[in-house]
C-alpha cells in the first residue's frame, strides 16, 4: 500500500474580493466609512437606551441587544475583509479562521432567536396590551435577552468542534470575504460528513424555528390591527412594529438567498455579493432603520444634542 505524502496548510488566505484592479485603496475606504458608522450608529442606540428616561420599555432594552449583535458581527468580519481588499488577501491562521467562524455563526443564531424574541414583545404590546407591563417585567425581559445569546453560542460548539479537526491539504486560499463552513469544507481534505449532518440538524432548532415563531406572532399582529376600527389608529399601531420586519425581512432574505438556495452557492461572485449584504449592509441598516423610523430615538437623540 503506497502512502499519499500531502503537506498539510498552517495558515490560510482569505482572498476577499480578489483583483480590485487598482481601486484597493477606494474601496478601503469606502469600507472603513462603513465599519465606522455602523459602530457608532449602533453605540450611540445602546447609550441613548442607557440613559434616556423615555426609552426604558422592552422594545428599546432588546433593541440594544440587537445593536450589540451587529457590533459583534461587524468587528468580527470586517477589519479582516479590509485587510484583504487593501493587500489583495489576509493570512489568517487556522485557529483564527475558525474562531472567526464560531462567532459568526454564532451571533447569527442569536440573532434570530433575538429577532423572536422582539415579535414575541411587540406581540405583547399589540395583542394583550392591558397584561403586557405585567407580563414583560424585568425577570422575563432579563432571561429573554440572555437566552440568545447562551442558546446560539453554546449550541455552535457542538458544529465548530469537528471543524477544528480538519486537515486542509487541497490549496489554502478561501475565495470568501470570511471564514465560512462552505470554503473550509472545500478546501479540506477531512471527512466533512459530520459537519453537514450537524448542520442540517442545528439549522432546524436555530433558525427555521425562530423564523417560523416570527412569521406566526405577526400573523396573530396582523389580524389584531385589521380589527382596530379607525384608520388612524391601525397605521399607529403598525408603526410600532414596522421597524422590526424591514430588519427582519433584511436579515432572514440575506440568510434565505444565501444558505436556503442551493444554487447561490455555485455563483462565487454573487455569493460574496449577498454575505456582503448581511454581513456589511444589515448591521449598518439596523439602526438607521431605528433612528430614522423612530420617534422616541429621534427625540432622545435630540434631547442628548441640547444637552
Not at 482572498?15 to 462603513?34: D, E, K, S, V
Not at 455602523?38 to 423615555?54: D, P, R
Not at 468580519?77 to 467562524?101: D, F, R
Not at 477531512?190 to 433558525?207: C, G, M, N, Q
Request: charged share 10%; proline share 4%.
Amino acid at each position: 500500500m503506497t502512502v499519499r505524502n500531502v503537506s498539510r496548510a498552517t495558515e490560510l488566505i482569505l482572498l476577499g474580493f480578489g483583483n480590485l484592479y487598482g481601486f484597493n485603496i477606494l474601496i478601503f475606504i469606502i469600507f472603513l466609512n462603513i465599519f465606522l458608522i455602523t459602530l457608532t450608529g449602533n453605540l450611540l442606540i445602546i447609550v441613548l437606551v442607557s440613559i434616556s428616561h423615555h426609552l426604558q420599555s422592552p422594545m428599546y432594552f432588546f433593541l440594544c441587544h440587537l445593536s450589540l449583535s451587529d457590533i459583534v458581527l461587524t468587528t468580527n468580519t470586517l477589519p479582516n475583509l479590509m485587510g484583504a481588499i487593501l493587500h489583495g488577501g489576509k493570512k489568517m491562521t487556522i485557529p483564527g479562521c475558525i474562531t472567526q467562524l464560531y462567532f459568526f455563526s454564532g451571533v447569527i443564531f442569536s440573532e434570530c432567536f433575538l429577532l423572536a424574541v422582539m415579535s414575541y414583545d411587540r406581540y405583547l404590546a399589540i395583542c394583550v396590551p392591558l397584561r403586557y407591563t405585567s407580563i414583560m417585567d424585568l425577570t422575563l425581559r432579563t432571561c429573554m435577552s440572555v437566552f440568545p445569546w447562551l442558546i446560539g453560542f453554546t449550541l455552535n460548539i457542538s458544529g465548530i468542534i469537528p471543524i477544528s479537526n480538519f486537515q486542509f491539504c487541497d490549496g489554502n486560499i478561501i475565495d470568501h470575504i470570511y471564514c465560512d463552513i462552505s470554503p473550509l469544507q472545500k478546501l479540506s481534505c477531512s471527512d466533512t460528513s459530520l459537519v453537514e449532518f450537524l448542520a442540517i440538524i442545528l439549522s432546524t432548532p436555530l433558525f427555521i424555528c425562530p423564523c417560523v415563531f416570527i412569521i406566526l406572532t405577526y400573523v396573530h399582529i396582523l389580524f389584531t390591527i385589521l380589527r382596530i376600527p379607525s384608520t388612524t389608529g391601525r397605521q399607529k399601531t403598525f408603526s410600532t412594529c414596522s421597524s422590526h420586519l424591514l430588519v427582519v425581512s433584511a436579515f432572514y432574505g440575506t440568510l434565505i438567498i444565501k444558505y436556503m438556495i442551493p444554487s447561490i452557492g455555485h455563483l462565487l461572485l454573487l455569493n460574496k455579493i449577498i454575505s456582503l449584504l448581511h454581513t456589511v449592509f444589515t448591521p449598518l441598516f439596523n439602526p438607521l432603520v431605528y433612528s430614522l423610523r423612530n420617534q422616541d430615538i429621534r427625540i432622545a437623540l435630540r434631547k442628548i444634542s441640547k444637552r
